[in-house]
């Protein structure tokens, strides 16, 4: 939902990102039984029924005719824990603990080494005609070829980006927004994914 400021109880300032997190609902139980692995889906988001098409009505109908926007999947220990059409807000974390935050990155385009690579660029004197510019990389006689992997202008963004052991500053329940410490990756009404850290298991 955006960035914002934080006071922590020692008076520091520190910058936090506001989620809003759910309510989401159990949409599949996954067991080893009968997938091979211990999972289930949580939908997220409302959108229209009449913009869910039929196979995803069909899907959707033994949890209670939920129409959601996003569908996830998420590993689970016990799945037996869980039912469906249930409930998932919030309350599920604590202040203090540390989550890890998947999402896509901002998509910036096309862009130069600069923006993409953080190049330095060459001088603003005058008569430079190179400041933004990658400059020579050639390879000379041998190997005559631009080798693979050469730092170029090119497509920027949109890359999946995991920040991980970020601290959860504060839980609203009422609007179900959680606080995270720093930033996370996307833009403002990005979905993002927030998981435990792999140390932990639940």
């Not at 890890?100 to 004197?125: L, M, N, P, Y």
Request: aromatic share 6%; proline share 5%; glycine share 14%.
């Amino acid at each position: 939902m955006g960035m914002t400021g934080y006071f922590l109880s020692d008076g520091r300032y520190v910058p936090a990102t506001i989620l809003q997190v759910g309510p989401c609902f159990v949409t599949q139980i996954k067991t080893k039984a009968t997938d091979g692995y211990d999972a289930i889906q949580i939908g997220f988001g409302r959108k229209k029924i009449s913009r869910v098409n039929k196979p995803i009505k069909g899907h959707l109908k033994k949890c209670g005719d939920l129409a959601c926007a996003y569908l996830r999947e998420f590993e689970v220990d016990n799945p037996e824990n869980y039912s469906l059409g249930q409930k998932i807000t919030v309350d599920m974390f604590d202040v203090g603990s540390m989550v890890d935050i998947a999402g896509h990155s901002k998509g910036r385009g096309f862009a130069g080494v600069v923006k993409r690579h953080g190049f330095a660029g060459g001088k603003d004197t005058h008569g430079c005609r190179s400041h933004r510019v990658p400059g020579s990389i050639g390879c000379s006689a041998w190997p005559s070829r631009v080798m693979k992997g050469k730092k170029l202008p090119g497509h920027y963004g949109t890359d999946r980006k995991t920040i991980k052991n970020l601290e959860i500053l504060d839980i609203r329940p009422d609007h179900n927004i959680l606080l995270i410490k720093g930033a996370v990756p996307g833009s403002i009404s990005g979905l993002v994914e927030i998981k435990k850290p792999k140390n932990l298991k639940g």
